[in-house]
C-alpha cells in the first residue's frame, strides 16, 4: 500500500437547498443536496447530501456531507464515500474530506485517503487526493 496522489478538477451541479429545518435566532440548519462531475486522475461523479449551519456573521458557517465517488481512480473502477467536514470562523476555514473506511467497492477496495479541495480565484475547483490502495 504505497501511497499515492490523483489530482484534478471538478464541476458542481444541482445546488437543491430545502428549507431550514431549524432556524432559531439567526442561526439556521438545512440539508442541500449537489452533484459533482470529477476530472483528471479521478474521472467520474457524485452526490453529496449536506448538513449545512449557517450563523448571523456571514463568514462563520459550517457543513458536514456524505459524498458517494462513483468512477475510475487512476485506472481502477468501483466507488467510495467521502466524510466532509468543514468550519469558516470568521472567514478562517478549515476542510477535512477523508474516505470512510471499507466503504469502497471494485478494484477500489480497500480505499484509504484524504482529499484536499482549492477553489480558485476564478471559481474553479480542484482537488489534491492523497490515498493508499
Known amino acids: 500500500m504505497n501511497p499515492m496522489t490523483a489530482k484534478g478538477s471538478f464541476d458542481t451541479a444541482g445546488w437543491d437547498a430545502k428549507p431550514p429545518y431549524d432556524d432559531r ?45 462513483e468512477g475510475t481512480l487512476d485506472g481502477r473502477s468501483g466507488s467510495f464515500v467521502v466524510q ?5 470562523d470568521k472567514g478562517e476555514q478549515s476542510l477535512r474530506v ?25 471559481g474553479g475547483h480542484s482537488y489534491t487526493f492523497d490515498y493508499r490502495l
Open 25 to 69: 435566532d439567526g442561526v439556521t440548519l438545512g440539508l442541500v443536496t449537489m452533484t459533482k462531475t470529477f476530472h483528471g486522475d479521478l474521472t467520474g461523479t457524485s452526490v453529496v447530501t449536506l448538513m449545512v449551519a449557517t450563523t448571523p456573521v456571514e463568514s462563520s458557517r459550517s457543513y458536514v456531507a456524505l459524498e458517494r465517488i
Open 98 to 122: 477523508s474516505v470512510v473506511p471499507d466503504s469502497a467497492t471494485g478494484e477500489l477496495r480497500g480505499l484509504r485517503g484524504e482529499m484536499t479541495i482549492v477553489i480558485g480565484p476564478d
Open 84 to 88: 466532509h467536514s468543514a468550519v469558516s
